[in-house]
């Protein structure tokens, strides 16, 4: 085993046990549609994720949410997590990059923005004044959102169409069909999901474009 392999491996069990105390609780390399690879499974039970592709190269498996889906989902799951690393150079890299400050500014600033534009409105101003600071702070928001909407649905759009690509058009389908039918997510999860996460349709679409 190569040093490098080695520490990503070894960086891979550090970050699960951030994700949920157990650690990564098995190893395997898993198989689909002619891709192998190593995955390392965690029993994420606060963890919204049903997998990652991590910033080590490796990927994570969430027992939680795959533990009663069926092996349609879990490869779906994979072959998306392998689709990240076949994104070009500068889109991995702008992703490892951006992604985390950018999701850490939104978080903060946004909070702060709400707040401050309350305490305005609290004030009592004018409405010309009131309209003037609500464009103000809405264009603020926009600024620290958009980009960070922009490279995280162009990250995982690649992956999805990566998948896409892998699999067929009809077993992509089939593959939503049944992540469909076996979601079950919270209200904010599906705004963060709609927000950030293309839909398969668009997928479709962009794929027969570039036929």
Known sequence: MQATEWLSIVFTRIYARLIDRGGVTNEEFYQAHGEKKRVFWVNGKNWPMAGQYTLFGTILLNETKLDNVSENIVDYVFLHEIGHSKAPTLLGVTSVLLRVPLLLFAVIGIPVLIGQWLI?????????????????????????????????????????????????????????????????KGYIMKIFHKVFYPKPNQIIWFKHIMK
């Open 120 to 184: 305005f409105l609290f004030s009592i101003p004018g409405l010309n004044s009131l309209m003037i600071k609500s464009l103000a702070y809405f264009i603020l928001v926009l600024i620290l959102v958009g980009p960070l909407v922009i490279i995280w649905r162009l990250d995982e759009g690649h992956a999805e169409f990566w998948v896409i690509s892998k699999v067929g058009e009809d077993i992509y389908r089939n593959f939503h069909e049944e992540i469909k039918e076996n979601r079950n």
